[in-house]
């Protein structure tokens, strides 16, 4: 699925120029007219980043990335005109992922979005439980010096089990997620990959 970028831009020649850009390097789009009520705009559509110029009608870009912040933790990149470091520093300390002045480098640009992403994916790849490390995307599990490796139908099911540990969770439950993350097995192949899992967890 491809990520979807919310403009927060004034300007409608620059609005198009980036809508361009963006759709041109596989990025879903959204534009937001609505600069009153841009903040509940933010919240309802839930973009996965946020192109946000500072000069922007009612509520300049840097105060409403600070209220943003109060709900939401969505990446920003502000884009603006005025190069000062007081202007780069207030935006970082408001919670912006990134800066960039215009007139922008259309490349630099889709890097700097990138490396915002790959930031936010390595975030979300680490979870923390009791005394072990979660590396979700790489399968692996760390605990003090140890680490096992976990295929990728055992990582489901410990994800599942592991965001379902205050409940019984049933075989069928187990099945669903396994289908939902396009993984087709059968009941005796989910037993499998049950005893496999005890197996590698027991002495960990």
């Known amino acids: 699925m491809n990520k979807k970028i ?11 120029e980036l809508k361009g850009l ?10 937001l007219t609505d600069f009153l009520h841009a903040k509940e705009y933010i919240l309802k559509t ?15 870009g840097e105060l409403l990335l600070k209220e943003l912040r109060k709900e939401s933790s969505v ?4 884009l603006t005109s005025r190069a000062s470091e007081i202007d780069e520093v207030l935006s970082i ?22 490396n915002v992403f790959k930031r936010v994916n390595q975030v979300k790849d680490k979870l923390k439980y009791r005394d072990l490390d979660v590396y979700q995307n790489r399968g692996v599990l760390t605990k003090d010096n140890l ?13 599942y089990l592991l965001n379902n540990q205050n409940r019984i ?6 099945m669903s997620e396994l289908w939902n993350n396009e993984e087709y097995i059968n009941d005796n192949a989910l037993t499998v990959n049950i005893s496999r899992l005890r197996t590698k967890l027991k002495d960990f």
Request: aromatic share 8%; hydrophobic share 45%.
């Open 169 to 174: 969770v049933s075989r069928d439950e187990l």
């Open 93 to 114: 300390s408001y919670g912006a992922d990134d800066f960039i002045t215009k007139p922008y480098n259309p490349t630099i640009l889709l890097l700097r979005i990138q």
């Open 75 to 78: 990446p920003v990149i502000i």
């Open 6 to 16: 919310l403009i927060v831009e004034d300007d409608s020649s620059m609005q198009e």
């Open 147 to 159: 680490s096992i490796e976990l295929t990728k139908n055992e990582m489901i099911i410990f994800l």
């Open 22 to 31: 963006l759709e041109n390097a596989s990025y879903d789009t959204l534009i």
């Open 46 to 60: 839930n973009p996965d980043l946020v192109l946000l110029d500072v000069n922007i009608p009612y509520l300049n």
